[in-house]
């Protein structure tokens, strides 16, 4: 487990990092250019498109964990939207909240007896 706490603290370090040089070169102007390659159909818009789907697949379970109570729903909608950034910090603390309990930590406490 902290094996995989080290990569999620990687992971939200470079993303946050390459964030913030993206967003200081070139603004917040992400939705244009994200949808734009979609409609290109080519490679970045299938790329856009894929990752697009692992977003909505990984609100939906973050939803799902919280048995789509409104902080359930309300975290898969930030989950979907901020992407690895969100969740890496998300599973970070869900990972000492369910003290390293795999089970738990997929599934949620209320799943589990």
Known sequence: MNAFRIFLVAVFVVIAGYTLV??????LN??????GDMTRMEWPGQFNLDFMCMLLLAGLWVSWRHQF???????GLV???GGAL??????FVESFRTKGDMRKFL???ARVP
Do not use: D, Q
């Open 30 to 35: 992400l939705l244009p250019v994200f949808f």
């Open 22 to 27: 993206v967003v200081a070169s070139h603004g």
């Open 79 to 81: 989950a979907v939207f």
């Open 69 to 75: 109570s409104v902080t359930g729903v309300v975290l």
């Open 86 to 91: 969100f969740l890496s910090s998300y599973r």
């Open 107 to 109: 599934l949620g406490a």
